[in-house]
């Protein structure tokens, strides 16, 4: 059995939809295979406990694109599978892939870190410096033993198609998405705890109410105590800030907001800042390997092409695109999966861009 029809059919079972004979082949693969019973359990281990048990009901509330049908006999039935009947929209199309391909996410090639002394360490090296630790697990700085001084600030450069953890001298935990940099100092020796961020982040501040913790981003700045929230600024003048848990103070020009968790804070130079609510899984699905989309334009689309495939793109009309993409896709198979939903096609230009074109 090919592994795209075992995926296929593990999708199927954990969304409730597959039919008897799958579901009894299905069990057979699991009970006597030992790779097929470890392909499962890494499967399941991809969604959470409440998702499954409660049958994927974040999934329900997107109005999911349709889903061409499978040409199996067994589904020559099936003419379409939508998430709000199906949750396999969600879970059986758009993050469907050999299950050889589940995996981490590769975090080393490519990144970097520029010390403040000049110095320059490559993860997939396992780079030795005092004070450094930097390998594929991520970076971790201790500031006792840091040598570089403690004010300057280190660069940290994250490339297209990867992601990277870093836990800075106060425990504060931070997962840098791709196409991002990240400047910290070596240790926090003042009155507040400052890093910069282009690009995105997120964060898991460490508690310490007599050091806020203090992010410059796309123009604003967020000042917290410890919390947890994401940060996105790719564009120089613009950025949102996503709060999970705890609360954060965001400021742009002379306006600022005190988000609650739920809300998140967006601005740019033509707009002021403004405050609204969000998806926990649009905001922050880039760290468990996928991203959401719901009602979203094509040009968010082609924002994500950029800064995780590092392939520049040209959107040509105006589409809008709901679903889940898995992002540890190979970009040619994460296209195909995007053109199978009807919203648009795509050609290579002779520039080598990208044009996505809206049907």
């Known amino acids: 059995m090919a592994d795209e029809y075992l995926l296929q059919l593990m999708s199927e079972k954990l969304a409730g939809i597959i039919s008897p004979e799958d579901e009894q082949l299905l069990q057979v693969r699991i009970s006597t295979d030992p790779a097929v019973r470890q392909a499962w359990e890494v499967y399941c281990a991809r969604f959470s406990a409440s998702d499954i048990r409660e049958g994927f009901p974040r999934a329900d509330a997107i109005a999911w694109q349709k889903v061409p049908q499978r040409r199996r006999p067994l589904l020559k039935n099936l003419a379409f599978i939508t998430a709000a009947g199906a949750v396999a929209a969600g879970i059986c199309f758009f993050i469907f892939r050999p299950a050889a391909m589940v995996a981490p996410d590769p975090v080393t090639a490519g990144v970097r ?8 360490l490559h993860a997939e090296a396992a ?31 994250v490339p297209p198609g ?31 705890r400052r890093v910069e961020l282009t690009g995105e982040a997120f964060f898991e501040v460490a508690a310490d109410a007599q050091r806020p913790f203090m992010v410059q981003s796309g123009g604003g700045e967020v000042t917290v105590l410890g919390t947890a929230f994401n940060i996105r600024a790719y564009n120089t003048g613009a950025g949102s800030v996503s709060l999970i848990n705890g609360g954060v103070k965001v400021r ?21 800042l403004t405050e609204r609510a969000f998806r ?22 082609a924002d994500v092409i950029r800064q995780w495939y590092g392939v520049e793109v040209r959107v040509t009309g105006e589409a809008r695109f709901s679903g889940r993409l898995d ?6 198979a994460f296209l195909r999966q995007l053109e199978a939903t009807g919203t648009f096609s795509h050609a290579y230009l002779p520039d080598g861009a990208l044009d996505l074109t809206a049907r």
Do not use: C
Not at 252 to 272: C, F, K, Q
């Open 113 to 120: 870190l520029v010390m403040a002394d000049g110095r320059e």
């Open 127 to 157: 780079p030795q410096a005092k004070g450094i630790k930097m390998d594929s697990s991520g970076l971790q700085v201790d500031e006792a033993t840091v040598t570089v001084p403690s004010s300057a600030m280190n660069t940290l450069y």
């Open 162 to 192: 990867k992601s990277y953890r870093v836990i800075l001298p106060d425990s504060t935990q931070i997962r840098v998405n791709a196409s991002s940099t990240l400047r910290f100092p070596s240790s926090f020796s003042g009155k507040s």
């Open 252 to 272: 742009h020009g002379n306006r600022e907001v005190i988000l609650t968790p739920g809300r998140e804070a967006v601005w740019s130079d033509s707009e002021v």
């Open 280 to 301: 926990i899984e649009e905001v922050t699905g880039w760290k468990d390997g996928a991203y959401y989309f719901d009602s979203a334009p094509l040009t968010a689309i």
């Open 327 to 332: 992002r540890q896709l190979p970009l040619a």
